[in-house]
């Protein structure tokens, strides 16, 4: 059964640092592009960060840019988003999405074809 399963959640303060984990059970990702999503309540699902199916191209949302970091280790089957200096409005439930690449371009809005289950990420003092 192919499964994308996010980890790395949690409560923290203003500022403060998280890392959160995306990982492939079922497949490989080294030909999959990884997105980076979130949804807060009562607004609509926005992409934060993508990365390519190589790992050397990367776009992020211009809220994000120079606060958060994609990786991708293919070896470990995972991809990673290193988030610094939190603010309260990046709170949401963030999910990662796969699909299988067929290109790189602009932007992270693709077709992708799994998702993972989300993980929570407040910011609040």
């Known amino acids: 059964q192919l499964q994308l399963v996010e980890s790395g959640g949690g409560l923290v303060q203003p500022g403060g640092s998280l890392r959160l984990s995306c990982a492939a059970s079922g497949f490989t990702l080294d030909y999959y592009t990884i997105g980076w999503f979130r949804q807060a309540p009562g607004k609509e699902r926005e992409a934060v960060s993508c990365?390519?199916?190589?790992?050397?191209?990367?776009n992020y949302a211009d809220s994000v840019k120079g606060r958060f970091t994609i990786s991708k280790d293919n070896a470990k089957h995972t991809v990673y988003l290193q988030m610094n200096s939190l603010k309260p409005e990046d709170t949401a439930v963030y999910y990662c999405?796969?699909?299988?690449?067929?290109?790189w371009g602009p932007g992270c809005d693709r077709a992708y074809e799994y998702w993972g289950q989300g993980t929570q990420v407040t910011v609040s003092s």
């Open positions: 999405a796969a699909m299988l690449s067929v290109g």
């Open positions: 990365i390519s199916s190589a790992g050397n191209s990367r």
